[in-house]
């Protein structure tokens, strides 16, 4: 055999072999038959569907391939689910068996030999009864939710009364289980689901800033080291813990270095002379997607003094460049591969699609989140027209 057809041969079974399967199997008791069960992996800020089955008799099974320990989600659709899902870790060569006896599938028992499954279910352990707690306000909460049409003003008021009686409670039984958690991650070592949970916790505590939770997350970041600090992960605990100076209207823009799919270097300041629109989407947001049809309009009809620049969420540069290739992104389109801890902490991004309006001169005018059908035209032109 020549030896560069050796070497590919050997490389392509290299692939291969480190390519292993898992296998999942539920066996749940005391739901419908026929109910649709799902597994999700993350994509960009959105978890993707990869797998569906239906129960039989409360049973379900997932296969699939891998080649290193991974971490899906599992869901499942009809009344009584809350709107949570089930983490679970797979691995090359693992059987994974899970077990229940009710909806709550957040504390469903997960048997493995995974590792970081074994590491997470310390957590779920901890806090079972509160976690099937709040599941079982979300489940009460959505079914609120879904009876809201057709009340009278004062039916209204008394929903909306009982719904912040709920979030009160939900709100309560975070911090606990928060708590909790940041207990255990004092006697464990650091390790990737370590890292996830206190991710999650920093970011609870950005958002809603819960009282006396910052103090205890700092010490727990100051034991990572420096390549742990310069992760992915640690990089979004940091912005969690320290985040920059947010610009907005009136302020001049914050810049970075961004890149194009072809690699080359570029900044928003190589695009000052023309109003800029900065559009932060992902390929897991559907209002992102939706919005992409009247980008590339307002990209050809207002060539002369706008520029589109979509700044793409996702860290993985092949989800980004897969997206694009798919949607047909022919404007200007870059990303920094940093999510939601880059140019997107600067400018406030906490859902997305946000759009942020600047002036030829680099100032910005206008900042805002969601997208509705042809609402970015009227935005823009009233400013174009000045």
């Known amino acids: 055999m020549k030896p560069y057809i050796t070497f ?11 390519q292993k399967p898992y296998k999942i199997r539920g066996n749940i008791k005391g739901i419908e038959e026929g109910t649709v069960v799902s597994l999700y992996e993350q994509e960009g800020d959105e978890l993707r569907l990869i797998k569906q089955d239906t129960t039989k008799a409360g049973l379900f099974l997932f296969e699939g391939i891998v080649s290193k320990p991974t971490e899906y989600a599992i869901m499942a659709k009809g009344a009584g689910f809350p709107s949570s899902w089930l983490e679970v870790w797979v691995a090359p060569n693992a059987l ?19 590792k970081e499954q074994l590491q997470l279910n310390l957590f779920t ?6 976690i099937d707690e709040e599941q079982k306000l979300f489940v009460t909460r959505n079914e609120i939710m879904l009876n809201r049409d057709n009340l009278t003003t004062d039916q209204k008021k008394v929903t909306r009364q009982r719904l912040d009686s709920i ?9 606990l289980i928060s708590k909790r958690n940041l207990t255990l991650l004092e006697k464990m070592p650091i390790s990737q689901v370590w890292m996830n949970k206190l991710r999650d916790i920093a970011s ?15 010490p727990l970041y100051n034991k990572l080291t420096k390549p742990q600090k310069e992760s992915e992960l640690g990089r979004e605990i940091q912005t969690y813990l320290y985040p920059p100076k947010v610009v907005k209207a009136g302020d001049r823009i914050a810049d970075t270095k961004l890149y194009d ?6 900044s928003l300041s190589d695009f000052k002379g023309k109003y800029i629109l900065l559009d932060f989407w ?7 997607l939706n919005s992409l049809p009247e980008l590339k309009k307002l990209s050809e009809k207002y060539a002369d003094s706008l520029t589109i620049v979509s700044l793409s969420m996702d860290k993985k540069k092949e989800t980004w460049a897969n997206a694009s290739k798919e949607k047909k992104i022919n404007w200007v389109n870059l990303s920094d591969q940093l999510g939601h801890t880059g140019i997107a902490s600067k400018y406030g991004v906490n859902g997305i699609p946000h759009f942020v309006l600047i002036s030829p001169d680099g100032i910005i005018k206008e900042s805002w989140v969601g997208y509705s059908d042809n609402s970015l035209e009227p935005k823009v032109k009233k400013y174009l027209k000045q």
């Open 167 to 175: 979030d009160r409670a939900i709100d309560s039984i975070d911090s």
């Open 282 to 288: 992902s390929i897991g947001c559907y209002p992102c």
């Open 96 to 114: 994974i068996n899970i077990t229940g006896t009710k909806k709550l599938l957040k504390t469903w028992t997960v048997k493995s030999n995974v």
């Open 204 to 218: 609870m505590d950005y958002y809603y800033k819960k009282e006396g939770t910052r103090e205890l997350i700092i």
């Open 8 to 18: 590919i041969f050997l490389l392509l079974f290299g692939i291969a072999s480190a």
């Open 261 to 266: 799919l072809q690699g080359k270097t570029h």
């Open 125 to 130: 352990d901890a806090s079972k009864s509160d």
